[in-house]
């Protein structure tokens, strides 16, 4: 049993259409059985992505982001320490991150290109929210098949799954189809 199908059995009928107006946009029928429209609910959720993050993955990042803020903070501590401690100072390089990232075939990011933010966790590892067919048109163009040019619907994300491939290796991804966590590399 899915997250989603978990969280809509806890609510009433008149909660399940508010959360699916509020995390889809999409209306559902209200003359329906609670079952029905939790069916309903989980078809919208394969087909879109939500428009914010869904209650049970906002907790994770509240975790993360109070654990994270300790650690930074016992970060700078510790640097100011070290620093006062130091008799001679470090000499701090600049990296060329154009050095580091190297274009997957023929498939080039514009500079000006924000991609999609990394938002959620699982586990360690941060990941991003896709449709499935987005997950598809990026095994495509990696096999050569299609080329970004191609890509109708979901471009955008296409292009952030290519970015963090080529700037990090890889790219933990939820498929909005199945809810299945697949790593792109």
Do not use: C
């Amino acid at each position: 049993m899915s997250e989603l199908t978990k969280h809509a059995n806890t609510l009433t009928k008149t909660k399940i259409l508010e959360f699916s107006q509020e995390y889809y946009g999409e209306g559902l029928n209200d003359r329906a059985s609670k079952g029905a429209m939790i069916k309903q609910l989980e078809k919208i959720a394969e087909e879109k992505t939500p428009l914010k993050p869904l209650p049970w993955e906002e907790l994770l990042l509240e975790e993360e982001s109070s654990v994270e803020t300790k650690e930074v903070q016992q970060e700078v501590t510790d640097e100011i320490v070290d620093a006062t401690d130091a008799e001679d100072s470090a000499e701090v390089k600049p990296v060329d991150l154009v050095d580091l990232v190297e274009p997957v075939e023929d498939v080039a990011i514009e500079a000006h290109f924000k991609p999609i933010d990394l938002d959620y966790k699982n586990g360690d590892e941060r990941y991003m929210i896709v449709t499935f067919d987005s997950v598809e048109s990026y095994k495509k163009i990696k096999a050569g098949e299609i080329s970004l040019n191609d890509v109708k619907n979901s471009v955008e994300e296409v292009k952030s799954i290519f970015y963090y491939v080529q700037r990090n290796g890889s790219v933990l991804v939820r498929e909005t189809r199945n809810s299945r966590f697949i790593e792109l590399t």
